[in-house]
């Protein structure tokens, strides 16, 4: 986000090793040893972990995560030092550098959590043994590991974008700020639409929060579709927390402004929240496909190894997504005019803003987005279609009207989430009001109605309900 005239480092110089001359293919054979030692002594760990039930324990549960990310972290660099020795080519792009140096930092971040967990995990197993299952629970395991995996995300992009910021001229002059028109709101009306809005955020934040506490104390709720649920809920609460609360201090105070790195925070955020939510709902319509269509494999096909990589997966990948957009998004320049005809910076918004080419971004949104967002949908779809071939071919009352329960509402969150986003990203050809609703909707709308959709017309989650109750006025 830079001016048109300015001069900018494209890529940097790698020196490598301080290796004597004639000693290059020495060092290559080592490392090369040492780095398929790594990735293939650890690939075994993750095996053997997989395959042998007894092994399923938090102690190797962690292990296995931290045999990943050992394995991704040599992956960051080691491959590219090789490649150097081997070639003598000792250049890295600008994008090169910045996301070795993301990834770098992220796996460093996620190995020293994860040495914390299992010291503490050592700790209960001597210290406290007869409590050890009690509290090393499956819920407290994975609430750990998706922890560690936040708070290094958040901590690499933080030491990220302070970098990008210091890798452009002294002498420059940038875009610091930029102004955030909110929503298109007829004058005098602000109060009745910040009240609207701020009933919508605090009924998303209560109504999730519910969902995940009422999962948490019914050990009826322990199944992998509540536990998917579970990461649905507190995924929207971020999703709409990353906006919502900035756009309601804008419409209260009449500060339109956020920074730079704000703007950009805010897109990262964005971005992985809204693409997390894309790929849970994909995971659960497959979780109903096996439910229905393989009821008897169900519980050995939907193995709480595989919710969990499939949870961590769908987080690591928005995180790259994220990434991948943000840094492109980044060497781009803006002119002079930096208002935002949006509530937040939203990343087509931006990219109508900028005087530099946007053909890549745009290229990378119809492929790599459309590849992120049709492959999901078609799962959806895919298994919907294969649920209603099912349960057609043996038509009963009982279970259309079970399919429907379980499915329908769903289906319904799908269709208002990924229409409303296919309008914004794939199908808007210049920016308008229309785009900002369509935006409200799947930001806003859809993260509030998730708790209604999912809760209200659930019979597990109403007997959760009424069994809290009960036990709250109990205490009275």
Same mark, same amino acid.
């Given at each position: *986000?830079? =001016? ?12 490598? /090793?301080?290796?004597? =001359? ?23 760990? @993750? ?12 102690? !190797? ?7 990943? #990310? ?10 590219? *030092?090789? *490649? ?31 040495? &914390?967990? *299992? ?5 209960? &197993? @001597? ?20 922890? &560690?995996? @936040? ?22 002059? +940038? ?43 019914? %050990?009826?709720?322990?199944? =992998? ?9 507190? $995924? ?60 008897? !494999? !169900? #519980? ?13 997966? %769908? ?10 957009? $943000? ?35 745009? /290229?990378? @949104? ?17 298994? !919907? ?10 038509? +009963?009352?009982?279970? /259309? ?53 999912? #809760? ?21």
């Amino acid at each position: *986000m830079r =001016p048109e005239n300015q001069s900018s480092v494209s890529h940097f110089l790698l020196l490598g /090793l301080p290796i004597p =001359p004639g000693q290059q293919g020495v060092f290559f054979t080592l490392f090369l040893g040492m780095y398929l030692t790594t990735v293939l002594g650890n690939l075994l760990i @993750i095996l053997l972990i997989r395959l042998d039930s007894r092994l399923h324990t938090p102690m !190797y549960f962690f292990l296995s995560h931290l045999a990943f #990310s050992d394995i991704s972290l040599s992956s960051v660099t080691v491959p590219k *030092m090789l *490649m150097n020795m081997q070639t003598r080519q000792q250049s890295i792009s600008y994008v090169g550098c910045i996301s070795q140096l993301y990834f770098f930092i992220l796996f460093i971040g996620l190995d020293n959590f994860l040495l &914390a967990v *299992m010291a503490y995990d050592r700790y209960v &197993a @001597i210290c406290h043994p007869l409590h050890y299952t009690t509290i090393m629970r499956e819920r407290l395991c994975v609430l750990l590991v998706v922890g &560690a995996w @936040i708070l290094s995300c958040a901590h690499d992009l933080l030491h990220t974008l302070l970098l990008v910021r210091l890798m452009r001229p002294e002498n420059q002059s +940038s875009v610091s700020q930029f102004l955030l028109l909110g929503l298109p709101i007829p004058p005098g009306q602000q109060r009745v639409f910040f009240t609207l809005f701020l009933g919508m955020y605090l009924t998303t934040v209560l109504g999730n929060l519910l969902i995940i506490l009422l999962i948490r104390l019914d %050990s009826r709720l322990h199944t =992998p579709m509540y536990f998917f649920l579970s990461h649905l809920a507190l $995924t929207d609460i971020s999703f709409s927390s990353v906006t919502v609360p900035k756009m309601l201090i804008n419409m209260q105070a009449q500060q339109q402004s956020i920074s730079y790195v704000g703007c950009i925070s805010q897109l990262y955020f964005f971005i992985v929240f809204g693409c997390l939510d894309n790929f849970l709902l994909a995971v659960m319509a497959y979780d109903r496909y096996v439910a229905i269509c393989h009821p008897l !494999y !169900y #519980s050995t096909i939907m193995s709480q190894a595989l919710c969990t990589l499939l949870v961590a997966g %769908s987080l690591m990948a928005a995180c790259v997504h994220a990434l991948f957009h $943000t840094l492109l998004l980044v060497p781009l320049s803006f002119c002079t005019d930096n208002t935002i005809t949006h509530f937040f910076c939203e990343l087509t918004a931006l990219l109508k803003l900028s005087c530099s080419d946007i053909s890549l971004n745009n /290229l990378v @949104i119809f492929t790599e987005g459309g590849m992120l967002y049709f492959l999901p949908l078609s799962i959806v779809l895919g298994s !919907y279609i294969r649920i209603g071939t099912i349960i057609l071919r043996v038509p +009963s009352t009982k279970r /259309l009207s079970k399919a429907f329960s379980t499915c329908g509402s769903h289906f319904f969150v799908v269709s208002l989430y990924y229409g409303t986003l296919a309008g914004v990203y794939f199908f808007s050809s210049s920016w308008g009001s229309k785009d900002i609703i369509a935006s409200v909707m799947y930001a806003v709308v859809t993260p509030m109605l998730n708790p209604f959709i999912y #809760s209200l017309r659930n019979r597990d989650i109403k007997q959760a309900l009424e069994m809290c109750m009960n036990r709250f006025n109990s205490l009275k």
